[in-house]
């Protein structure tokens, strides 16, 4: 089975380049299925009709983190489908589900969603512990699970690769926006990487314009943060689990312009 995942897709430069260029992307890797985190399609959180974009233009199972209820509509989408996850470890209260299984008819696959707690908003609890719980709860038979962990400390990300070595197919990590290059398999046979970047313009602080984050920066207390405009990239991983074992074969990260 391939996997592709897509780094946090960052407002309307990001959202074209996925609807002009995830078809396409899927194809060249032979992908079977596609996970896309959309956490930042509005900059700050998605809205539904932005969530149904992401969905027609090749991404299966959408995951998000820290900004999910930043656009308060949501709330409703993300009970109603299952297609779109946010991390699991949010107060039980959180509408939404933090997991998925996804049937391609050929294969199923588990997306788990979790969120860090080392330099994030208060109020999630423990990812480690949360994993654990929804680990129990799968049914035996599901090999093939993969983990969009949204965090931002590399401790706390190396961490969870490590816990969770042998027990899932892959950790891959998001929300810094900056793609790391420590892709490996962890020694017990899960695929690993800090961060899988962004999907946004390449030329920019996290996707935001670099004019406006420098006066931030400098300490312009009237300044609004933009989305920046420019040239688009794609960023992700491609991820080759074991058919029979859920193993992962390999990870490979991917930039494309
Ligand atoms: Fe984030
Ligand atoms: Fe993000």
Redesign the pocket.
């Given at each position: 089975m391939i996997v592709l995942a897509l780094g946090?897709v960052f407002g309307a430069p990001g959202l074209d380049i996925v609807r002009e260029k995830l078809w396409s992307v899927r194809r060249h890797y032979r992908a079977d299925i596609c996970v896309v985190?959309g956490?930042?399609a509005s900059g700050l959180g998605l809205t539904s009709a932005q969530a149904r974009t992401l969905h027609e233009s090749g991404a299966d199972v959408i995951t998000l983190?820290?900004?999910t209820y930043s656009k308060k509509e949501i709330a409703d989408f993300l009970e109603d489908n299952d297609f779109i996850i946010r991390p699991a470890n949010y107060a039980p209260s959180a509408p939404g589900r933090g997991y998925t299984i996804y049937d391609t008819g050929k294969h199923r696959l588990c997306v788990i969603n979790l969120?860090g707690q080392v330099f994030?908003r208060t109020g999630f609890e423990s990812p480690f512990l949360k994993a654990d719980e929804i680990l129990k709860k799968l049914p035996e038979d599901i090999k093939h699970i993969v983990v969009d962990f949204?965090a931002?400390a590399t401790s706390e990300k190396n961490a969870l690769g490590y816990y969770l070595d042998g027990r899932v197919s892959a950790v891959f990590g998001?929300?810094?926006?900056i793609q790391t290059a420590d892709e490996r398999v962890l020694p017990k046979g899960t695929g690993y990487i800090t961060d899988i970047g962004m999907t946004g313009v390449r030329e920019s602080v996290l996707g935001s314009s670099v004019e406006s984050c420098l006066k931030f920066f400098l300490g312009d207390p009237l300044i609004r943060i933009e989305t920046a405009s420019g040239q688009a990239e794609i960023c992700g991983v491609i991820i080759e689990l074991d058919d029979k074992t859920g193993k992962c074969v390999s990870i490979e990260r991917m930039r494309i312009s």
């Open positions: 946090d985190n956490e930042n983190g820290n900004h969120s994030m949204h931002e998001t929300h810094t926006h």
